[in-house]
Nanobody, 127 residues
Framework: QVQLEESGGGLVQAGGSLRLSCAAS????????MGWFRQAPGKEREFVGG????????AYGDSVKGRFTISKDNAKNTVYLRMNSLKSEDTAVYYC????????????????????WGQGTQVTVSS
């Protein structure tokens, strides 16, 4: 019964910023690790960022470190991905995932460590 709904995608020029949102229903994000993955045409789904159950730990893919930030707003039951200094290679469909419980401080970074996904939101970065 869990539902994850991404929003905030769109067209942005290189160097710009965008914030993606993942609104959860049927589950409380404070009880789960959460993450963002992306998939570009012809490529496999790639880990972007993750945040632990408590929100105290985060992890990022090498290609986005220093540019993207994942966060939780427990009051809104929403997970965010703030994307700065966007590049054309960031163009992809971005998916929000619900982590399978492991331990409180753990940040899942692999596909099999997530049990539910949203439908995705398209991000297109123009040159």
């Amino acid at each position: 019964q869990v539902q994850l709904e991404e929003s905030g995608g769109g067209l942005v020029q290189a160097g710009g910023s965008l914030r993606l949102s993942c609104a959860a229903s049927g589950r409380t994000v404070s009880s789960y690790a959460m993450g963002w993955f992306r998939q570009a045409p012809g490529k496999e789904r790639e880990f972007v960022g993750g945040i632990s159950r408590s929100g105290g730990s985060t992890a990022y893919g090498d290609s986005v470190k220093g540019r993207f930030t994942i966060s939780k707003d427990n009051a809104k039951n929403t997970v965010y991905l703030r994307m700065n200094s966007l590049k054309s290679e960031d163009t992809a469909v971005y998916y929000c995932g619900l982590g399978v419980p492991i331990r409180d401080d753990y940040v899942p970074i692999r596909l099999f460590e997530y049990g539910a996904w949203g439908q995705g939101t398209q991000v297109t970065v123009s040159s």
